[in-house]
């Protein structure tokens, strides 16, 4: 596993973390955004799949596409599970296996740090391992905000001076309406429950918007959503 990307842009930047096997909404949206590999940076924070089921290991390929065409995709801590699996086509998932430790584990970009799940506040982020930074929680998403900035401010080079955008989280445990964005001057979540039958939300950042689609059985993914969120653009 590669450790991080960095790099100035003045193109259109794209997020969305959490697909979970969902597909047709990511297509939906990637569409409803009038998405342009040559003109946008689309950021992919990681759980494309549900690694127990192996029906969505495919969303990989899709990825895996998207990234030879210039997007930037991280792993999160479902494509990191695929290791331990021995379920599925073995060639397949050797194939995906290959494809996900060539990925950088974040990805810094006009102010903003790109993670799975999020870092530990004062720790370096060239010390983070794998592992937390696909799986930390509490001590990120509940860290007091009054200090957050301080801890992060500590590790030049590093989180300083960055946003963090981030996922793994849904936003709802998070103390906001399930579907919705996660937003405070530190943090910005964007797993909006696709998984648990809320939201999949793809956030242009560079303009303050968020396209969103439904992924509750009931609804159809091709059903976008759009509206102004100017609280996710950096100052």
């Not at 584990?105 to 740090?113: A, P, Q, R, T, W």
């Not at 370096?124 to 990120?140: A, D, K, M, Y």
């Not at 590093?158 to 445990?173: D, E, L, N, S, Y």
């Not at 242009?204 to 968020?210: A, F, S």
Request: glycine share 8%; proline share 4%.
């Amino acid at each position: 596993m590669q450790h991080g990307s960095a790099r100035r842009s003045s193109r259109r930047l794209l997020a969305i973390s959490d697909i979970h096997g969902q597909r047709q909404g990511f297509l939906s949206l990637l569409e409803a955004a009038h998405y342009d590999p040559n003109k946008d940076q689309l950021v992919i924070l990681g759980d494309y799949i549900e690694a127990g089921e192996p029906i969505t290991w495919r969303l990989i390929d899709l990825v895996h596409q998207l990234v030879d065409k210039g997007a930037i995709a991280l792993p999160g801590n479902h494509e990191l599970k695929l290791a331990t699996l021995r379920r599925g086509s073995t060639a397949h998932r050797l194939r995906y296996l290959r494809f996900i430790r060539q990925l950088p584990s974040y990805h810094m970009e006009n102010g903003y740090l790109f993670v799975h799940a999020g870092v530990r506040p004062g720790l370096q982020l060239q010390l983070h391992p794998l592992r937390e930074l696909t799986e930390i929680r509490e001590s990120f998403t509940r860290h007091p905000l009054s200090t957050l900035r301080t801890k992060l401010d500590s590790d030049a080079g590093g989180t300083a001076g960055q946003r963090i955008v981030f996922g793994h989280t849904p936003t709802f445990k998070l103390g906001v309406n399930p579907g919705s964005l996660f937003v405070d001057e530190c943090r910005i979540g964007i797993d909006t429950g696709a998984k648990h039958g809320y939201k999949l939300s793809l956030v242009d950042l560079t303009n303050g918007l968020c396209y969103s689609c439904s992924t509750n059985e009931d609804y159809r993914a091709s059903d976008v959503h759009v509206y102004h969120v100017p609280s996710v653009r950096n100052r």
